[in-house]
């Protein structure tokens, strides 16, 4: 079946550092891949999607690139601030028939001034 | 615009126990999905209610059901409630029941403790 794979955390970074968190899926077909972010006390919410091969995802700095060769989509940015702290999720839909989103475990990022 | 919105936030059960956890969906909104997140693990699909029909549905037990009304808010009802069934569970929602957008919008989740 469908499964996502990331890195775990925590991920403990300075502020303006670079971050990559890794990601890599199995999937049968073509999925739409995505980024959900949970910052503390709040509800999961979508940071960015591709839903094709050579797709980038961007929002708020944050990247993330369809590669279908590697079957991966690696979230990058180029300097976090204090307010990325949060749980990130790589995640995928099949795109069968409803509309099932298959997440990965989660990461950990907390950012030190 | 109303976003989704989870009752109760916080509730603790014995194991035998039935429970019923409530979602209004987003406005506009007319398919809504259920997940379980246990700790420290990513949300697992539970299953998907489209025109007050479910056509989508997780490895979970059929102890597991659900409704949507035509309000298109829903509800999840455990039955039998087992330790593992301890985690915060999340009721997102989408405009279209495909996959071809996948963009989900989620409440902040009911925390079932069973104890």
């Known amino acids: 079946g469908d499964s996502v794979t990331q890195m775990e955390g925590p991920v403990t970074l300075s502020e303006e550092a670079f971050l990559t968190i890794n990601c890599t899926y199995t999937a049968t077909g073509y999925p739409s891949l995505f980024w959900y972010v949970q910052y503390p006390g709040e509800g999961l919410q979508l940071l960015l999607k591709a839903t094709k091969a050579d797709d980038k995802g961007s929002n708020k700095g944050f990247e993330a690139t369809y590669r279908k060769e590697t079957t991966s989509f690696h979230l990058e940015k180029g300097s976090v601030q204090v307010s990325d702290s949060a749980v990130y999720f790589c995640a995928l839909s099949d795109r069968r028939g409803y509309q099932k989103v298959t997440f990965g475990i989660g990461t950990k990022l907390q950012v030190i001034p | 615009e109303t976003g989704v919105t989870q009752s109760p936030t916080h509730l603790i059960k014995t194991r035998g126990q039935q429970v019923t956890l409530r979602c209004s969906s987003q406005?506009?909104?007319?398919?809504v999905s259920w997940y379980q997140q246990a700790l420290g693990q990513g949300p697992q699909f539970i299953f998907q209610?489209?025109?007050?029909?479910?056509?989508g549905r997780g490895n979970f037990p059929p102890r597991f059901s659900g409704l949507q009304f035509p309000n298109y808010s829903s509800e999840l009802n455990v039955n039998a409630l087992e330790l593992d069934d301890s985690a915060l569970y999340l009721c997102a929602s989408s405009l279209g029941a495909t996959g071809d957008t996948g963009e989900l919008f989620f409440g902040e989740g009911s925390r079932l403790t069973v104890l």
């Open positions: 209610y489209y025109r007050e029909e479910e056509n």
């Open positions: 406005s506009g909104h007319n398919t």
